[in-house]
């Protein structure tokens, strides 16, 4: 088997034995000679939780993928030929899609056991978001093989296309005053966006960092309770030995006062016959 086929379905599979089963993987790859295998499947870590999720849509739903990759072609194709009218369009088609392949996921996610929880969903979209965005991530969704959630900081579109669209809303010339006034409004827009989209990336960087350490120690956790499981099988090993030696022991003693008895019972008869 190949190593794609198997990594796919690692990161598809229930993440609580993601690695009894990598480790297993890697065990029967080295057992068959293929030592790059298993080391490319050691390297392997275990999925977040919106990582999985991601995984099982491309994995479970394709076809609800491949409209979103489509989608981002249609976005980019229209960015780079301003078709100012298309891009509004496109920008509603993106937001519904977004938001139906998050709840996709969601539901997959819930019907293998793991509700995703609302920080789980935004870490979905946000990667949902970058593989309509950029195609390497695209590519890296569709291969149903992530570790964690993708990031994409933009917005979906570009500063020309945003200033194709506005020309396209500004065909109906306003009056010169009410035009300054919609450019003052959008200038303090823009800046209001670009507070809190700095205030998100800080709050997201964060909270990436944070699911990346409680993953690392569920896979601590997970690593110490198979050494558990290993120490408690020798120590049952050992115990099982000690009773076998006390057994052992308490036949030799038994045998020893055998022999004891029986030869004071001959050196009983033997003084007995020597008077």
Partial sequence: MEFDQIARELCTADPAGFIPARDREAAAA????????????????????????????????????????DLGERLRSAQRELRGDD????????????????????????EHGHPLTETTRQQVEQ???????????????????????????GFGLDELAAAAIRRTA??????????AELRE?????????????????????????AE??????RDEIDALREQLAQRRDELEHAEGEQRELR???????????????????????LRSAER
């Fill in 30 to 69: 080295e057992q068959g000679g293929d030592r790059d295998l298993a080391a490319a499947l050691k390297k392997l870590r275990k999925p977040t939780t919106a990582a999985w999720a991601v995984n099982l849509l491309a994995a479970r739903d394709p076809r609800a993928l491949d409209t979103l990759l």
């Fill in 185 to 209: 409004e959008l200038r303090r827009s823009d800046a209001q966006l670009s507070e809190a989209a700095d205030a998100l990336e800080a709050a997201e960087r964060e909270e990436r960092e």
């Fill in 87 to 110: 891009l509004r369009s496109l920008a509603g088609e993106r937001t519904r899609t977004l938001r139906d392949l998050t709840a996709r996921a969601a539901a997959l996610a819930e």
């Fill in 170 to 179: 500004e065909k109906a010339e306003p009056p010169a005053k009410k035009l």
């Fill in 127 to 153: 990667t949902l978001t970058a593989a309509l965005s950029d195609p390497e991530a695209a590519r890296q969704v569709r291969s149903a093989t992530l570790a964690k959630p993708l990031e994409y900081s």
């Fill in 247 to 269: 057994r052992s022991a308490k036949a030799a003693r038994q045998r020893r006062e055998r022999a004891q008895r029986d030869r004071d019972a001959i050196a009983e008869r």
């Fill in 212 to 217: 990346e350490r409680c993953e690392e120690l």
